[in-house]
T-cell receptor
């Protein structure tokens, strides 16, 4: 089974509008971390936001917020007031804390296009 | 401050040749990771180094792949007898490790694009 599922291969959003990128995860580890990364066409992976499984509040970083629904095992990224520079691939990733494997499991990504 | 650096940025090699890819992590980061990203795909974990501990090699796809980390800093990923399916972008990342044993966010290098002809 996939540990991270991103069901939206591509998304379009009008400039200045908000957009939600979906991510669901699968783990039996009680302690885990969820990450979102942005990958522009230049190829670098840019860390955006982090949510720990025991965090009570949803993470926010500027225009990025993470809609964490633990019971549903979802960790959707919300980008508010979209900008043209937000056009990129977005990857959801998970780290399982108790297995001892510190690597990240990545989803297949969502390509976001911001329309002027 | 300096981020994670990787060299070369691009590498074209003939099938059957060996290649070495280099990663310089962020100073002070004890954890180092190698990932592979095939065209249009997410990242696939290859290997993880933490300090002087034995590396986690569970993601290496075959025994043609190996990696070293010298002095707890620079790492080299070596692919022997390259095959066309090895063509991908190879990304290195580093992170701090907390006292609880978990790691903080990973910072990625720009990657090395490997093309095997």
């Amino acid at each position: 089974a996939q540990k991270i599922t991103q069901t939206q291969p591509g998304m379009f959003v009008q400039e200045k509008e908000a957009v939600t990128l979906d991510c669901t995860y699968d783990t039996s580890d009680p302690s885990y971390g969820l990450f979102w990364y942005k990958q522009p066409s230049s190829g670098e992976m840019i860390f955006l936001i982090y949510q720990g499984s025991y965090d009570q509040q949803n993470a926010t970083e500027g225009r990025y917020s993470l809609n964490f629904q633990k019971a549903r095992k979802s960790a959707n990224l919300v980008i508010s007031a979209s900008q043209l520079g937000d056009s990129a691939m977005y990857f959801c990733a998970m780290r399982e804390d108790q297995t001892g494997a510190n690597n990240l499991f990545f989803g297949t990504g969502t390509r976001l296009t911001v329309i002027p | 401050g300096a981020g994670v650096s990787q060299s070369p940025s691009n590498k074209v090699t003939e099938k059957g040749k060996d290649v070495e890819l280099r990663c310089d992590p962020i100073s002070g980061h004890t954890a180092l990771y190698w990932y592979r990203q095939s065209l249009g795909q997410g990242l696939e974990f290859l290997i993880y180094f933490q300090g002087n501990s034995a590396p986690d090699k569970s993601g290496l796809p075959s025994d043609r792949f190996s990696a070293e980390r010298t002095g707890g800093s620079v790492s080299t990923l070596t692919i022997q007898r390259t095959q066309q399916e090895d063509s991908a972008v190879y990304l290195c990342a580093s992170s701090l490790r907390g006292t609880s044993g978990t790691t903080y966010e990973q910072y990625f290098g720009p990657g090395t694009r490997l093309t095997v002809t």
